[in-house]
């Protein structure tokens, strides 16, 4: 019995909780204003239970134990719209666009990203869990609203919302991936713009060459910064004493050279 008790709370954390009632509110509203269908509803229950026990498991194995904090009830409200959105997207493929709605949602969405971390740094509440949520939820963002834009624009568009996927499968074959990044303007830069972008994209309000061209140009900025994290990544691989291309050259050298492709 004590074995079961626990199992429960673990469960039943009031924030995913909370998080879980909220998001099922959120997909009622949205039936009523906009009209979701069998489709919408499994894609919005799905992403509710997905959320739920995917945070639920994470807030259990984090360690030291903290309190939820403002900046990750920020993030699960940014979640909950994303999750709103997920389910207009699934829907639109039923029954057609409701482009109002998501880009209502998409933009508020867009809007908080910029808030959560600006919380965190000020109540001093920063984690490693927050910073994992806080992308989690941007990622799956990019990736909903890419397979939105791609069903006019083309499949291709789907590359925007798959890479960081790819780039996380990766580095399950190539450890050195997972190696630590230095903060950087422009790799945040391109990220914003992605969502900003796709959100374009999806309202409309650009002619159909105009659009294409818009988030080509988006698509290429992110081909450049993942090519940009992967060569430094490699160059600290190889810096560290990893194999490298030309293994006969003084490891001096090479660390030299490497030293100076980074300036």
Same mark, same amino acid.
């Given at each position: 019995?004590?074995?079961?008790?626990?199992?429960?709370?673990?469960?039943?954390?009031?924030?995913?909780?909370?998080?879980?009632?909220?998001?099922?509110?959120?997909?009622?509203?949205?039936?009523?204003?906009?009209?979701?269908?069998?489709?919408?509803?499994?894609?919005?229950?799905?992403?509710?239970?997905?959320?739920?026990?995917?945070?639920?498991?994470?807030?259990?194995?984090?360690?030291?134990?903290?309190?939820?904090?403002?900046?990750?009830?920020?993030?699960?409200?940014?979640?909950?719209?994303?999750?709103?959105?997920?389910?207009?997207?699934?829907?639109?493929?039923?029954?057609?666009?409701?482009?109002?709605?998501?880009?209502?949602?998409?933009?508020?969405?867009?809007?908080?990203?910029?808030?959560?971390?600006?919380?965190?740094?000020?109540?001093?509440?920063?984690?490693?869990?927050?910073?994992?949520?806080?992308?989690?939820?941007?990622?799956?963002?990019?990736?909903?609203?890419?397979?939105?834009?791609? /069903?006019? =624009?083309?499949?291709? !568009? @789907? *590359?925007?919302? #798959?890479?960081?996927?790819?780039? %996380?499968? &990766? +580095?399950?074959? $190539?450890?050195?991936?997972?190696?630590?990044?230095?903060?950087?303007?422009?790799?945040?830069?391109? /990220?914003? =713009?992605?969502?900003? !972008? @796709? *959100?374009?994209? #999806?309202?409309?309000?650009?002619? %159909?060459? &105009? +659009?294409?061209? $818009?988030?080509?140009?988006?698509?290429?900025?992110?081909?450049?910064?993942?090519?940009?994290?992967?060569?430094? =990544?490699?160059?600290?691989?190889?810096?560290?004493? #990893?194999?490298?291309?030309?293994?006969?050259?003084?490891?001096?050298?090479?660390?030299?050279?490497?030293?100076?492709?980074?300036?």
């Amino acid at each position: 019995m004590a074995l079961i008790g626990t199992y429960e709370t673990r469960l039943l954390r009031p924030e995913t909780a909370a998080g879980a009632g909220a998001q099922t509110v959120l997909l009622v509203l949205l039936d009523a204003a906009a009209g979701l269908g069998a489709a919408g509803w499994l894609a919005g229950a799905a992403f509710t239970v997905a959320t739920w026990a995917l945070l639920t498991r994470a807030l259990h194995r984090s360690w030291p134990p903290r309190p939820f904090g403002p900046a990750n009830a920020v993030t699960l409200v940014r979640t909950m719209l994303v999750g709103g959105v997920t389910a207009l997207v699934a829907e639109s493929f039923a029954s057609g666009p409701r482009t109002t709605a998501l880009v209502a949602l998409t933009a508020v969405a867009l809007v908080l990203d910029a808030v959560d971390g600006q919380v965190a740094r000020r109540t001093g509440t920063e984690s490693a869990l927050g910073a994992r949520f806080d992308m989690e939820a941007d990622a799956f963002l990019i990736l909903v609203l890419s397979v939105h834009v791609a /069903a006019s =624009l083309g499949a291709w !568009v @789907l *590359l925007i919302g #798959a890479m960081r996927y790819v780039f %996380v499968a &990766a +580095a399950q074959v $190539l450890p050195w991936l997972n190696g630590p990044l230095p903060p950087s303007m422009a790799r945040k830069t391109v /990220a914003a =713009l992605q969502g900003i !972008v @796709l *959100l374009v994209a #999806a309202a409309g309000l650009l002619p %159909v060459v &105009a +659009a294409w061209l $818009l988030v080509l140009a988006a698509l290429a900025s992110l081909v450049w910064s993942f090519a940009r994290d992967i060569r430094g =990544l490699w160059c600290v691989r190889a810096h560290d004493g #990893a194999p490298v291309a030309r293994p006969s050259r003084p490891r001096a050298a090479v660390v030299r050279e490497r030293a100076h492709e980074q300036v």
